[in-house]
């Protein structure tokens, strides 16, 4: 039994009533059973008895056609992220109107979360540019000039002022390479202007210099290219695993890679300290799944306790480039 594909539901049910009800009238004219104007108990029994019939096979035609309906509501009550799900699209009429109407949400629904998402990390993006550009512009230039002040004033001080003179001066070209190692993590210049691999690389080299950890990196020839929007989201996703594997994975390796894998790009950035057993879905991770998503990138962290993390983030060519 099939019913038509674009009937209602309303009227699926008085379908499936209205065969009950005539199987059943034809069986009560066809059948030698009669009922008389006094019913005697045997002919109550033989209603009865029909009536059950009847009433039994209406709740499983019912419950045939209405499954689709319920394996949808349970796979709604499922749903914990507006993604796209691929509802199963079974059943026939409202039934399988109603799964393509939610896929079609979830799809409209994950396509403009998607789009605003881009635009507010391009908006922090934009930040981190004015940021950078004012505390390379401002802040940096008001330190140089305190470096020559000092310089200036350390020439013409008495000699027993000279040490103190220059710690001060030592402090503020500290402060000043401070500021500049900040303002360049807020903006990849060299993504920019020499690639993703030469990003990274520098990327790779700035993090050795500033932890205990050594870093070995390991980037394949050839690799597509990919989107302004897509470097960005690799160099970022490599930036704050660097970032959390200096801060809380207590590494004494770390291995930094990226390479193309069928369609994708592959990124992959692992460690061997302490992982971890639950995966905390801070704002670290979170800010990365997030990115990963503006590209239709996948991202998978793996961590075991005591066999290190690895952050592996995988950007498809065709969706990208």
Not at 233 to 249: D, F, I, K
Request: charged residues 25%; proline residues 5%; glycine residues 8%.
């Amino acid at each position: 039994m099939r019913l038509p594909q674009h009937l209602p539901l309303f009227w699926t049910i008085c379908l499936i009533n209205g065969v009950v009800f005539v199987v059943g009238a034809l069986a009560l004219v066809l059948s030698p059973a009669r009922v008389s104007a006094d019913p005697v108990p045997s002919e109550v029994v033989v209603v009865g008895l029909g009536l059950l019939l009847m009433l039994g096979t209406n709740a499983l035609l019912l419950r045939w056609a209405l499954a689709p309906l319920q394996r949808l509501i349970s796979r709604l009550e499922g749903i914990e992220h507006l993604e796209p799900t691929h509802l199963p699209e079974e059943g026939s009429g409202a039934v399988r109107g109603i799964a393509e109407g939610v896929n079609g949400l979830l799809l409209r629904l994950a396509e403009e979360r998607r789009a605003g998402d881009a635009r507010a990390l391009a908006a922090q993006e934009a930040e981190r540019h004015r940021i950078a550009q004012e505390l390379h512009d401002e802040v940096g230039q008001s330190l140089t000039v305190v470096l020559l002040g000092l310089k200036q004033v350390e020439n013409q001080a008495p000699p027993g002022l000279v040490p103190e003179l220059a710690a001060v001066r030592e402090s503020a070209r500290a402060g000043l390479d401070d500021v500049r190692r900040v303002a360049r993590r807020l903006r990849p210049g060299v993504l920019e202007d020499l690639g993703l691999a030469s990003a990274l690389a520098a990327l790779a080299t700035e993090f050795a210099d500033h932890s205990q950890a050594s870093v070995r990196r390991s980037f394949a020839p050839g690799l597509p290219t990919l989107t302004p929007e897509a470097e960005v989201v690799v160099y970022r996703v490599a930036q704050e695993a660097l970032t959390n594997a200096a801060r809380h994975a207590d590494a004494a390796e770390v291995e930094l890679s990226l390479q193309r894998l069928g369609e994708s790009v592959v990124l992959e950035v692992r460690d061997d300290g302490r992982g971890f057993a639950g995966l905390d879905e801070g704002s670290g991770l979170m800010g990365m799944r997030e990115r990963a998503a503006l590209v239709r990138a996948e991202l998978s962290v793996i961590s075991q306790p005591r066999h290190g993390t690895t952050v592996r983030l995988k950007v498809p060519v065709d969706g990208a480039a």
